[in-house]
Structures are given as C-alpha cells and as structure tokens.
C-alpha cells in the first residue's frame, strides 16, 4: 500500500502524531494509499521552513535564476508526464484523455508562462515636480509577499495547485500547500520534482489532511503566511477569510458557480450541442466554470433538449485507461450522496426528468465506484434549489427564452457569477450579451479555452481578485514606491 507523507523542508516527512488517512479509489472505492496527516506542529514546521527559505538562498536569486529553475520543474513534469498521469488518474478517476490533454500539460505550462511574465513585466516610473524646480523620480520596484498558503481542491487537482504555485514561486515567495484530502497524490509528486531540480529545500512545501480543525484551517491560522490562495467551494472561502482577517493576510479566491449557458436560434446548431455537452458533462460534471443553467431560444428548444440527451445517453462508463470508456465517476461516495440528493429535490420540484437521474449500470469490478448518471431536467421554477445552488455533478436544467433582455435577466439571476457560454452567429449580439452578464470569464462559441495570460476569476459570490498573465502579481507581489528627489 502506498503511502503518502507530508514535503516539509525538501524531507518527505510523516506527522509527528502518527496519524493516516486512507484514500478511496473512486473507480471501486478500494482504498489506494495510506496518507500521513499533518497537525499543528506539522504545518508550524512547514510554515517556519518556508519563512527561513525567503531569507536563505531562494530569496537571493536573481530572477533570472529563478526563471530557470522554474523552467527546469516545468521540463522535469513533462519528462515525468505518465507518473503524473497515472497519479491523478488514480486520484480522480477520470479519463486519460482527460489527463493527458488538460490536467498534466497545464501544469507545467502553469510554471513556464508565469516565468515568463515575471522575466518580461514591466515597471512603472513617474517624474513629479517639486516647488524647487529639481524634481523627483518615483519607480516602483516588486516585491514577494512572502510565505504564501495554497489550499486547492480536488476537481482538477495539478493544474488548480500548480495555477497558483508557479506564479507563487516565479514571483520569489515560497509556498505550503494544502492539496485536497481526496487529491494528495500529484502535489507529493512535485515535492519530488522540486528535489530534483535543485529548488532549495523550505520553497514548496506540502501538508495532507483536511480543512476545519485540521491542516487546512491550521495553515490559515498562521500568523507567520502572509497571504493566502484558495480554490473550493464560497462557503470554505468564507470561513478562511474570516481566518485571514487576524494579521491582516490578503486573499486571492476562486470560488464555486452556477454558470449559465445561451443557446440563440441562429447558433451553429451541432457546435452549441458539442459545446454544451462538454461544458455540463466534461470531469463528470465536476468543474467550477461547467454549466448547469441552460437557456435555449424557443425555436430550436425540443430539438436541442433531444439532441442533447442523446449525446449524455451516448457515455460509456469505465476505468481511466479502457479504450472503449469515456466517462468517469464522482471523486468520492460522500460527493455521490450530495448530487443524488440534488437529482431527487430536482424530482419533488416537479422536473420533468429527460433523461438519468440516479446511478448507471456498471461492471460488476466498479460497482462500489463513485457513478452517476448524466443527468437533463427540464420543467423547473427559477427558484428551485437545482437551479440556483452549485450541485457540481453531471447535470443541468433546460429552459426555453424568447427574448435577449429575458435571457440576460436570467443568467444574472444568481448569487454566483464565474463564467458564461453563449451561442450564435449573430456577432454583434454575442458582444452585447457578452458585455452585460455578470461574470468573470465569458467565452462566446466556445468553452474553457484559456490563454494564461489573461484575467481569470468570478464575479459576485464566484471569487476575490483575478489571477492569471500580469494579474497574477497583484496578489504574489507587493508594490514598493520609491521616490528620489532629483
Ligand atoms: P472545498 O471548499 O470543500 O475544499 C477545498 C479545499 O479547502 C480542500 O483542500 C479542503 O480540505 C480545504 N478546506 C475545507 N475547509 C477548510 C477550512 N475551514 N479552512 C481551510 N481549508 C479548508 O471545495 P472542494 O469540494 O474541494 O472543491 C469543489 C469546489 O471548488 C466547488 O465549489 C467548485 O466550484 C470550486 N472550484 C472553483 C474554481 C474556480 O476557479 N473558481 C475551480 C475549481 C473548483
């Protein structure tokens, strides 16, 4: 049985209580490996390492050394690219292609493009007059923040970390992350690759357990992290900011969503279905920016309702690695019980189920595994709790609209506002609707295309700041003026 320690000070370590966790595989629930879980003097420990790294020879670096290396942990997870697979496939199991296409290629992507905005940003200078004629220079130089706490989840468990750990690092600080307690396995890899490539020892460090009263909510508490970055659900958001407000630490969230869909008549018809399709059932449903709200203009509702469901009657249940399987389960049982508890208040609203709604036939090896069906509703009330409330599962709610005012005040009829899918030909209305839904990321006849150069995040109750490119250095970097009188 494998098992999995916490990464304090370049040292795989086991916590000093002794005290493990088991990991389910979510394909049969079979537990796949025993994880070390940290305590309070754990995580002081990693917190404290990456305090005394700052002022050791990480901090000395020049950036151009620091870009280097973090080209070297980029290089190194590409040649280590199947460890990386196999590891997340066996945390979340979903489809290698899954893997192999998104998760692992963006994570060492995630530490080349912000070496790269870190080498090439750059910096403000103002001249200012003074009443005696000589003037003043003002330029601002950047800074690390300092020791940066990670908290990720466990949807798309690489590329979410090394989202935040690659601009961490690039921008000088150092880290401790606390992957999700259903994920460990791809963040304890990378404490490897950093051993490898000479990152010195305190820079990337990596505490396992879980949040409330665990290593989550201890690293939060740490009057040493000086800020602090989180990917989960807004309720967790809340309950770390309020943490974070003793000694001032600043946040960076990317938060949950109920992000909505538009379909209009004249879309490209088997685009949109493709695109919605993906969008509602890719990672099982599981992926903060899928949609669960779909609004399709009247004229082409009953054909797009079916043509939709045919596509999620189509999946093919199966392990990671079968040739002649698509489609993964839910990250854990507990998960299961949330979605099927929403697939059944779905039902008592009085939904016409169009198609799923309970637990697919699967083999008999996988029939302890995490599986639910693909889910379509159409019939609901815009207040029923599947409509406004993030199931995070394979499903959504159709509903017809006539007009574009009517479409718009839907979609922005939600507490959340992270990302949005729209569908037509009709470009200038693409921008019109684009420029007034109230989220973060808007794609148009597309969907999860990203450019890491650009801004990512949520509006409303979807997130706190924008990261991504340049935005990034808002949250890893403080700005320090400096005035010299001329
Ligand atoms: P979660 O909030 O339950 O957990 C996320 C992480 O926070 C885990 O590591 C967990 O152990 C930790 N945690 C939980 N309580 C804590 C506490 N009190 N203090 C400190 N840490 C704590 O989220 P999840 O279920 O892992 O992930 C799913 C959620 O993440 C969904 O809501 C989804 O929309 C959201 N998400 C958002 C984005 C985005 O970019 N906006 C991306 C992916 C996922």
């Known amino acids: 049985m494998q098992q999995i320690k916490n990464f304090i000070n370049g040292e795989f370590v086991e916590g000093v209580e002794g005290k493990y966790f088991d990991k389910h595989s979510p394909l049969d629930n079979r537990v796949i490996a025993r994880v070390s879980e940290a305590g309070k003097a754990d995580v002081d420990a990693a917190v404290r390492a990456a305090r005394a790294a700052l002022q050791g020879k990480w901090g000395s670096l020049t950036t151009d050394q620091r870009v280097d290396l973090l080209y070297g942990v980029a290089n190194e997870i590409t040649r280590r690219f199947e460890d990386f697979v196999a590891a997340e496939m066996a945390d979340t199991g979903q489809p290698r292609h899954v893997m192999t296409h998104a998760f692992i290629p963006r994570g060492a992507a995630n530490f080349k493009v912000f070496a790269d905005v870190i080498k090439n940003v750059p910096s403000e200078s103002f001249q200012m007059s003074t009443p005696d004629g000589r003037g003043a220079l003002n330029y601002a130089i950047r800074v690390p923040k300092g020791v940066v706490g990670v908290i990720s989840p466990w949807n798309a468990p690489f590329l979410l970390m090394t989202w935040k750990v690659g601009p961490a690092l690039a921008c000088g600080n150092t880290v401790v992350v606390k992957p999700s307690e259903e994920t460990p396995l791809t963040t304890t890899l990378l404490g490897e690759v950093m051993n490898t490539v000479g990152i010195p020892k305190g820079v990337f460090n990596v505490i396992h357990g879980f949040g409330p009263n665990s290593a989550g909510e201890f690293l939060t508490q740490h009057s040493l992290v000086d800020a602090i970055t989180f990917t989960g659900e807004t309720r967790t958001g809340t309950a770390i900011m309020k943490a974070a407000a003793e000694g001032m630490r600043d946040v960076s969230f990317e938060l949950g969503g109920k992000n909505a869909g538009i379909v209009f008549a004249d879309a490209d018809f088997d685009e949109a279905i493709e695109g919605i399709f993906r ?16 609004y399709v203009e009247r004229p082409i509702f009953e054909h797009f309702v079916q043509a939709l469901k045919a596509k999620a009657e189509a999946v093919k249940f199966g392990r990671p690695d079968d040739p002649n ?41 996988l029939a302890e595994g995490h599986w639910v069906q693909p889910t379509i509703w159409t019939g609901l009330p815009e207040t029923a709790s599947v409509v406004r409330e993030e199931v995070f599962g394979p499903c959504c709610h ?24 729209i569908w037509t030909t009709n470009l200038a209305r693409a921008h019109r609707v684009a420029a007034r839904v109230e989220v973060g990321i808007t794609w148009i006849n597309s969907w999860f295309l990203r450019d890491l150069r ?20 808002e949250f890893y970097t403080e700005t320090r003026n400096i005035c010299v009188k001329l």
């Open 325 to 365: 399987a698509n489609y993964g389960p839910l990250i854990s049982n507990e998960h299961r019980q949330k979605v099927l508890s929403y697939y059944a208040k779905a039902v008592a609203a009085g939904a016409t189920v169009v198609t799923g709604g309970g637990i697919p036939n699967v083999p008999a090896d």
């Open 279 to 294: 969008s509602s059932f890719l990672n099982s449903g599981q992926v903060c920016l899928g949609t669960e709200r779909v």
């Open 398 to 421: 159709i509903r017809p609209f006539d007009t574009e005012d009517e479409v718009i005040n839907l979609a922005n009829d939600n507490d959340y506002g992270l990302s949005t899918t």
């Open 454 to 473: 650009t801004a990512f995040g949520g509006s409303k109750q979807s997130g706190i700041g924008r990261e991504g490119g340049v935005h990034s250095l």
